[in-house]
């Protein structure tokens, strides 16, 4: 009896304690479940920033494609930040945030006054100045890159340039410590701090006592606003290295950055650029960004970063740490001998403040008998903002117009008609410039024409010419062929598009003697599996559609035709297809010439 008793203990014993591990699995499995839940959510979910208002030209790809340096809306001043907040210098940095290029992540109640703050610099200034100005950043070199040696003792020396209006200290700081430690002392002539009339107190005495410790840091300041191209062009005349390497006020550079650019540079032939990385604007963090990529501009002259040609892609397999061409710069970063910077005219002095300088130096390096090229061995993090954040004396619009103006006048020849006819703001602007001192410098620099530029530096290009056709592509049942606004930068989804009138750039198109369908933005029509799609123009076959009549066909014999699947016969949110030819009216097109000059 004791017997059975003690028995009965025990399995009620081992039964108490299942059903305590049962409940503590249970437990854990409902803790880790709600911890991937989180980390998933957040992994998704919008960052703060993401959810302020941009226009559409202004953004960045997640690829790093695509970035739009030549857009910007109008300034912000701090909006109804107190002076003290505007002029207040917060750098505090914390042990090990942001090293070795890492992102900083804020807490919930510290993002809600950084986004107080972002109308300051139109990035995250309170995760900047957790960072220290001196912190450690990857080398992003490819191998290839880190395997070359320079013969340091017979490089050209440099003056980099490096402008500031209102920059966070932080930031700037940290862009001259970078060059410092990361800059041979025998190549590193000095650094030139342009400050171009900022208003900011913590950019006064602090700065100044700031780099009075380094020796090669030099500071000018000017007393009026004279914008990039004054302010660049001040610290120039400065300049007493060989070589002038430009740089942003927002910039990291790397391990090995300038050896690169300056073993070009002293060919005295070219405009040499860095490849660019990426700095994010919300955590500070450093990524490195596609390396295959080189600089062009739209139709409208926004400059974009496109996929290079097959015969640069090709160069760059073959020789993966030589420099390569670029049809135009983003112009924040490069370096070029002094000697080539002058003698090509330098800047455009009457641009004012700020836009369009850079397509106007890539276009006279080009045409003038230099070059414009891309050094994969130098890495230099920048940050893209998306909305500028200063001033622009006379209004945003008025600036960039009027300085795209200069620049389309002097150089793009009948393409200038083109421009000016398609975008009437800049047309408004064109009459008020005098540009003949621009015009005389080209005519005794004996410079080649636009048409030239295009057929020999960049021949991919998607702008009308007098062997290609440029209209609307119509469907018989009404809508067009176009890129949708929405569509991303790398391309997306064909569907129909409402066909405007003759100055509606979207629903316009290019269709070359190869049967490219090609829209802005480098875009072109390419046969999907199953819907067409906008995508990067390449030498795909599938980007070729033949004219058959009023059809479109694919090299395999399919037509291009649009899916209705409303009873609404003006309906434009439909998608193209390629089908078995038959009689439909979806697959008539008509070609709807538009004159583009």
């Known amino acids: 009896m004791t017997y059975r008793i003690f028995k009965c203990r025990g399995r009620r014993k081992n039964i108490a304690i299942l059903i305590l591990i049962l409940v503590f699995l249970l437990n854990a499995l409902v803790f880790v479940s709600f911890k991937l839940y989180n980390s998933i959510k957040s992994r998704h979910k919008n960052q703060w920033y993401n959810r302020l208002h941009y226009d559409r030209n202004s953004y960045i790809d997640k690829s790093g494609m695509r970035v739009i340096v030549g857009h910007y809306l109008g300034g912000n001043t701090g909006g109804n930040l107190s002076q003290a ?80 209006h209102n920059e966070a200290w932080s930031t700037l ?111 500070l963090a450093y990524t490195k960004s596609i390396d295959a990529h080189w600089g062009a501009f739209s139709w409208r002259l926004h400059f974009r970063w496109l996929m290079p040609s097959t015969e640069v892609m090709l160069y760059k397999t073959e020789n993966p740490s030589k420099p390569y061409p670029s049809p135009a710069m983003a112009g924040g970063l490069f370096a070029v001998r002094r000697s080539l910077f002058w003698r090509l005219g330098s800047y455009d002095e009457d641009m004012i403040i700020w836009g369009a300088e ?123 062929i176009g890129v949708v606004s929405s569509t991303p930068g790398l391309g997306g989804p064909a569907s129909k598009v409402t066909c405007g009138d003759d100055l509606d750039l979207d629903s316009l198109l290019i269709y070359t003697p190869e049967g490219k369908i090609m829209a802005d933005e480098g875009l072109c029509l390419e046969q999907g599996n199953g819907r067409a799609i906008w995508k990067s123009c390449n030498d795909s076959n599938k980007q070729i559609w033949k004219q058959e009549g009023s059809r479109l066909k694919t090299m395999d014999g399919l037509c291009l035709m649009f899916v209705n699947n409303r009873s609404t016969s003006d309906n434009t949110d439909t998608p193209l297809t390629s089908k078995r030819c038959i009689k439909l009216d979806e697959q008539i097109w008509h070609f709807d010439r538009v004159p583009w000059r």
């Open 358 to 480: 850079n397509l106007e130096l890539s276009w006279r390096a080009w045409q003038c008998g230099a070059r414009v090229e891309i050094s994969p061995c130098s890495r230099v993090g920048h940050i893209f903002r998306r909305r500028s954040p200063y001033k622009y004396p006379g209004g945003v619009s008025k600036v960039l117009n009027s300085n795209l103006a200069r620049a389309a006048s002097v150089w793009m020849d009948e393409w200038a008609d083109f421009f000016f006819k398609f975008n009437p703001a800049v047309a408004f602007r064109r009459d008020e410039q005098n540009v003949d001192n621009r015009l005389e410098l080209r005519k005794n620099l004996k410079c080649k024409s636009f048409e030239w530029y295009l057929t020999n530096v960049w021949p991919q290009h998607f702008f009308p010419t007098k062997d290609r056709w440029f209209g609307r592509i119509r469907n018989d049942k009404g809508g067009c």
């Open 85 to 164: 907040l505007i002029n207040a210098n917060n750098y505090a940095p914390i042990p090990g945030a942001g090293e070795d290029g890492r992102p900083v992540q804020l807490s919930p109640r510290d993002i809600i006054t950084a986004t107080e703050l972002y109308t300051l610099h139109s990035y995250n200034i309170m995760a900047g100045d957790r960072i220290s100005i001196n912190r450690t950043l990857p080398d992003v070199r490819s191998e290839s890159c880190k395997n070359v040696q320079y013969d340091l003792e017979n490089l050209p020396t440099a003056s980099v340039i490096i402008v500031f």
């Open 173 to 283: 700081m940290r862009t001259v410590m970078s060059v410092i430690l990361r800059s041979p002392p025998v190549l590193l002539k000095q650094i030139i701090l342009v400050d171009d009339a900022s208003e900011r107190r913590y950019l006064g005495k602090e700065l100044d006592d700031a780099i009075s410790q380094f020796e090669k840091v030099h500071l000018l300041r000017s007393k009026e606003r004279s914008g990039l191209v004054g302010a660049r062009l001040s610290g120039a005349r400065s300049a007493t290295g060989d070589v002038l390497v430009f740089l942003d006020a927002h910039c990291e550079v790397t391990q090995g950055w300038l050896e690169p650019l300056l073993e070009r540079a002293g060919n005295d032939d070219v405009f040499i650029c860095p490849h660019i990385d990426l700095l994010s604007e919300d955590t």
